[in-house]
């Protein structure tokens, strides 16, 4: 099943949702004008069923003949009023109050409307028009427009999805083919140095340029082997067996020294001994040698790195620990392409590519940064790939 990329989709939605406000208020309008047309609509027709009914009826029995020959007589309530209060006709079950300022008014979704009238038996009196509104032709434009506007945004924010996640595609394309072809250009001039560098620890052993280079080799290859798996990762399938988790970290651990050595840390360690996990030594390296490499290069110069490996009833637990800068958003590291220090360089795949792994495995992350910069990252693997030999 095809994945969808949630920052994708996420900018699609707000987007889509900006536009779509704007078509919102633009619809408010509208709508409030619908009923405003709607409602002078139907003051207008009351207005002239009160001039028809009241005009030239002299006698209140005229009145109500000419009452009950209209067809309109169903749909308006009626109600005449002499001047002291006597109800002289009604089709009210309730007559609406007496508004002695007002003409019209719009109560409960109900028009009143308020005429003075002259009758030969009682004089001046006044008649009381009720008509129901019905807001159903109304209500349903407004539906439709509704659901148009939802379908326009449902609409846009697909558009958008598609076309801003092929330019994405594009570009990680484009990128991808690039390290690709760094990768093969780096291959030869890395086992080149490797050997020179060999051939001088003979005659300047101890020297610091030679211990410098040698770092710089070390961290060169790492980076290489964490742009390779990169590009392996979906397209290469990558076997389980037993590997000897302790001698692993042990073993990259002492690879990582000299680079250690340089910016003078030390690096205190913790192993629990014959702990075995179940994984691909190229995943597991990757794990190690990510942290390790990070760890190193954030800490700041003379300070102690902690890296423990212990086993637990239930899980086992991989630890590192340094001091460096406070991480001020703990999940954005782990995002592809994201450096927390663009001046210590990086392609920000690290992290990305750890994250990926403990996806994989079932391994839980936990990231505490604290204010004086103290940093653990801890890596809880569960029983079901982790355990100790007896």
């Known amino acids: 099943m095809k994945k969808f990329n949630v920052s994708i989709v996420t900018y699609s939605l707000v987007l889509s949702f900006c536009i779509t406000s704007v078509l919102f208020a633009l619809s408010y309008f509208y709508i409030h004008e619908l009923h405003i047309a709607f409602e002078t609509q139907e003051k207008y027709q009351t207005l002239n069923y009160v001039n028809k009914i009241t005009k030239q ?86 539906t439709i427009l509704l659901v148009l506007i939802a379908c326009f945004f ?38 080149v140095i490797q050997i020179n560098l060999e051939f001088l620890e003979s005659n300047l052993e101890g ?30 399938t990558y076997k389980k067996e037993k590997i000897d988790f302790s001698f692993a970290l042990a073993k990259r651990i002492e690879f990582f020294k000299i680079l250690a050595d340089i910016k003078k ?14 994984a691909n030594v190229i995943e597991i390296q990757r794990l190690i040698d990510n942290n390790l ?20 009833p239930n899980v086992g637990k991989l630890i590192f620990s340094n001091y460096g800068e406070q991480i001020i958003d703990v999940n954005k590291i782990f995002q592809r392409y994201f450096r927390g220090d663009n001046i210590r360089g990086g392609f920000g795949l690290g992290l990305n590519i750890v994250k990926n792994i403990c996806e994989k495995y079932k391994i839980t992350i936990h990231v505490d940064s604290q204010d004086n910069g103290y940093t653990t990252f801890m890596y809880e693997i569960p029983r079901k790939y982790f355990y100790r030999k007896p």
């Open 265 to 278: 840390l030390t690096i205190a360690s913790r192993i629990d001994k014959d702990i075995v996990i179940e």
């Open 154 to 191: 449902l609409i846009c924010t697909f558009f958008l999805y598609i076309h801003t996640n092929k330019i994405h595609n594009l570009i990680n394309k484009n990128l991808e083919r690039f390290l690709k072809d760094a990768i093969h250009e780096i291959r030869t001039p890395l086992g």
């Open 207 to 236: 020297s610091m340029p030679l211990l410098r280079a040698q770092g710089a080799l070390q961290n060169l290859i790492s980076i290489y082997e964490g742009i390779e798996y990169f590009i392996k990762d979906t397209k290469v």
């Open 293 to 312: 490499s990070n760890a190193i290069k954030y800490a700041r110069v003379g300070t102690m790195i902690d890296i423990v490996l212990e086993s637990h």
């Open 57 to 142: 009826k002299r006698t209140i029995n005229e009145f109500k003949e000419y009452l009950f020959g209209t067809l309109e007589s169903f749909v308006y309530k009626i109600a005449l009023i002499s001047k002291n209060g006597e109800i002289l006709y009604s089709t009210f079950e309730n007559i609406p109050k007496i508004e002695p300022l007002k003409t019209m008014d719009i109560i409960d979704n109900k028009m009143i409307y308020y005429e003075s009238s002259d009758f030969l038996e009682v004089g001046t009196s006044i008649i009381i028009v009720e008509k129901e509104l019905d807001y159903f032709e109304v209500n349903r434009k407004v």
